[in-house]
């Protein structure tokens, strides 16, 4: 096929957008009774800075933000000029420490006695280095503590999911047209992988090939196994495009199906419809997964629907909220979240259909757009 125009990169946060962000993530932090955020590189530095060293090693990089006061970053000196050039540095105050120098104690001197939310992906290395300077300041993890950090996203985040979910969405379209028999799931997760970064990812975060008795185990990836004429084969890739995060799932079956696989095919096909139907502001999260599963219960598949039916997605591709029994969070607009309930038969095949879908304020608009009907590959 022709090389379809990948669309320019979107217009680039601002400072604005950044200080904006900074503010509302100290609000946060202080309704729900903290001193502060303790920030490390990764997803929420991103998110409140647009920083992301180039790697993340064992010198400590820490943004601090208080409940008021200006928040403060810490870097490496050897890694200030790149911090200076990132576009919400205006937003921020910035000290460095230099190699022989005790990093902890400078970064001990940014931080009070108080509770602070603690960046999930902070090495233990840091913490525990500053639990031994701070011996009056406690920690709780950001997840915990502030699980919604991230998970309202504001139109220019929306319009890159939306560009990521259609460029997986056109990854998706080139595949249907390969030839699935006779060669590995590998072989095929290998081309998925190559039509995500050729529309526009520059990262591939996982590819699933599971086909026949593959597709029954959720967390299979993909395999040596030749895919052959009347396997059911699940199709899960996503990754990152202009930094946020793609993950879709069709199920394909290879030449004619029997009566059974529609059937299953069908029933996982009602259960996403009725989760997306079930997308509301101010209705709980839990009741998009009951949504789904009433049905694939009530179809009598009930057993066979081992996880849960969603989870966020915006700079990672799984993050709060999460679908699933017991969530109370309400769902509001911007909200960007999976829903992909499936069926997995053990040791005979397994469907799962999975569209990305964001709230507005009348409901879900899916960012997905190939349709859910099995397609017959060869
Ligand atoms: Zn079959
Ligand atoms: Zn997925
Ligand atoms: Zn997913």
Redesign the pocket.
């Known amino acids: 096929m022709t090389d379809q125009a990948i669309p320019a990169e979107p217009a680039p946060f601002t400072v604005d957008d950044f200080a904006a962000r900074l503010h509302r993530s100290a609000q946060a932090a202080e309704a729900a009774g903290l001193t502060g955020l303790l920030v490390t590189p990764g997803p929420d530095l991103i998110y409140l800075t647009g920083y992301a060293p180039v790697a993340i090693t064992e010198r400590i990089t820490l943004l601090v933000v208080p409940v008021d006061g200006q928040p403060t970053m810490i870097v490496p000196r050897l890694e200030r000029p790149d911090a200076e050039a990132t576009p919400g540095a205006p937003a921020f105050g910035l000290v460095d420490w230099t190699d022989g120098n005790d990093p902890y104690e400078a970064s001990a001197g940014l931080i009070g006695p108080g509770r602070y939310a603690l960046s999930d992906s902070a090495w233990a290395m840091h913490l525990l280095a500053l639990q031994g300077r701070l011996p009056d300041t406690s920690y709780v993890s950001m997840t915990t503590a502030l699980p919604m950090l991230r998970a309202i996203k504001d139109e220019d985040e929306l319009e890159r999911l939306a560009a990521a979910a259609a460029a997986a969405d056109a990854a998706y379209g080139e595949i249907l047209g390969v030839r699935f028999t006779g060669r590995s799931e590998t072989d095929i997760g290998t081309e998925l992988a190559a039509l995500l970064r050729r529309f526009g990812h520059s990262q591939v975060d996982?590819t699933?090939v599971g086909s026949g008795p593959n597709g029954a185990s959720p967390h299979h990836e993909m395999g040596d196994r030749i895919i052959e004429r009347g396997d059911m084969v699940v199709l899960?890739?996503?990754g990152l495009k202009h930094g946020y995060g793609s993950?879709?799932?069709r199920t394909v079956h290879v030449g004619e199906p029997s009566d059974e696989e529609r059937e299953v095919h069908e029933v996982v096909c009602r259960a996403q419809q009725a989760g997306f139907e079930a997308v509301r502001p101010g209705v709980e999260c839990q009741e998009v997964d009951r949504a789904a599963r009433a049905v694939i219960t009530e179809a009598g598949y009930g057993d066979y629907f081992i996880h849960r039916v969603g989870h966020g997605i915006g700079l990672t591709t799984h993050e709060p909220p999460y679908m699933v029994e017991g969530e109370r969070q309400a769902m509001q607009p911007g909200m960007c979240f999976?829903i992909?309930p499936g069926v997995y038969l053990p040791e005979r095949f397994g469907v799962r259909i999975?569209d990305i879908v964001t709230v507005t304020s009348v409901g879900g608009r899916r960012l997905n757009r190939t349709p859910h009907e099995m397609v017959i590959v060869e």
Request: aromatic residues 18%.
């Open positions: 996982f699933v899960d890739f996503g993950d879709t799932t999976s992909e999975e």
